[in-house]
């Protein structure tokens, strides 16, 4: 393994990780429950869900407008040691991306590598106007 590959594995669990890569309890988040809340895609707020590919974070959320258009959301908290660091990238048609230990997931929360089994948290989107509602 190259020395930037090895730098990118292990730089994210310098300061969250214990020697033995699993992260420290106090830097573990719960999965969100409960979810339900709106976003008025005029406001301040929804100004971030303008373009695709954008995303915003809420409650816990990555809120996205995919490469299609349309709104989905997932869990912020990562599956794989419940760090609070899932964000949407543009790789591979879109897809959600945990920087603790580079877990990667599908749209679906489906688990795209071998960093973990367990699939992310997704939550039902829907739009009426302009108003976005996140829920399970």
């Given at each position: 393994?190259?020395?930037?590959?090895?730098?990118?594995?292990?730089?994210?669990?310098?300061?969250?990780?214990?020697?033995?890569?699993?992260?420290?309890?106090?830097?573990?988040?719960?999965?969100?429950?409960?979810?339900?809340?709106?976003?008025?895609?005029?406001?301040?707020?929804?100004?971030?869900?303008?373009?695709?590919?954008?995303?915003?974070?809420?409650?816990?959320v990555v809120v996205v407008k995919?490469?299609?258009?349309?709104?989905?959301?997932?869990?912020?908290?990562?599956?794989?040691?419940?760090?609070?660091?899932?964000?949407?990238?543009?790789?591979?048609?879109?897809?959600?991306?945990?920087?603790?230990?580079?877990?990667?997931?599908?749209?679906?929360?489906?688990?795209?590598?071998?960093?973990?089994?367990?699939?992310?948290?997704?939550?039902?989107?829907?739009?009426?106007?302009?108003?976005?509602?996140?829920?399970?």
């Amino acid at each position: 393994m190259g020395a930037g590959a090895a730098f990118a594995i292990v730089f994210p669990c310098v300061q969250g990780c214990s020697k033995d890569g699993n992260v420290a309890p106090e830097d573990m988040r719960p999965i969100p429950t409960g979810i339900d809340f709106t976003i008025d895609l005029n406001s301040e707020e929804g100004g971030g869900l303008q373009n695709n590919g954008d995303f915003i974070l809420k409650n816990y959320v990555v809120v996205v407008k995919n490469l299609e258009g349309d709104f989905v959301a997932a869990s912020q908290i990562c599956s794989h040691q419940q760090t609070e660091e899932v964000r949407f990238v543009e790789n591979d048609g879109g897809i959600y991306y945990c920087s603790t230990h580079g877990a990667r997931f599908d749209q679906t929360g489906k688990p795209l590598n071998s960093i973990t089994s367990n699939p992310l948290k997704i939550f039902q989107t829907e739009l009426t106007g302009n108003i976005l509602r996140i829920f399970e």
